[in-house]
């Protein structure tokens, strides 16, 4: 019979007898739902942040405002709103951290 190659974003899966498979499982998809999450945070700051962008560019053009000033603001607001959202997605990040410390039994 034949092995299937595992695929490489796969982990080898290696435990010993008195391991918990159900913790060892729940760590895991834990792990990737968190790594999940961030990248789904990431993508709406850069939906978010264009999305701003193209409002005030659409609001220039439409108010007759020179288009060198239109531009600059939109990418002004832009850059401003994409920092702003990565800074969030850094401090929710520790925030958790600091919580998931606090938390844990001693």
């Given at each position: 019979?034949?092995?299937?190659?595992?695929h490489?974003?796969?982990?080898?899966?290696?435990?010993?007898?008195?391991?918990?498979?159900?913790?060892?499982?729940?760590?895991?998809?834990?792990?990737?739902?968190?790594?999940?999450?961030?990248?789904?945070?990431?993508?709406?700051?850069?939906?978010?942040?264009?999305?701003?962008?193209?409002l005030?560019?659409?609001?220039?053009?439409v108010?007759?405002?020179?288009?060198?000033?239109?531009?600059?603001?939109?990418?002004?607001?832009?850059?401003?709103?994409?920092?702003?959202?990565?800074?969030?997605?850094?401090?929710?990040?520790?925030?958790?951290?600091?919580?998931?410390?606090?938390?844990?039994?001693?």
């Amino acid at each position: 019979m034949l092995k299937r190659k595992s695929h490489s974003n796969q982990l080898a899966l290696e435990l010993s007898p008195g391991d918990d498979l159900e913790a060892y499982v729940e760590a895991r998809v834990a792990a990737r739902a968190e790594a999940d999450a961030l990248r789904w945070r990431f993508r709406l700051v850069v939906i978010e942040s264009v999305m701003i962008a193209s409002l005030v560019l659409a609001a220039g053009v439409v108010l007759d405002q020179p288009i060198g000033l239109v531009l600059r603001g939109a990418g002004v607001v832009g850059a401003g709103c994409f920092v702003t959202g990565l800074i969030l997605i850094g401090l929710t990040g520790v925030a958790g951290r600091l919580l998931a410390r606090f938390r844990r039994p001693r």
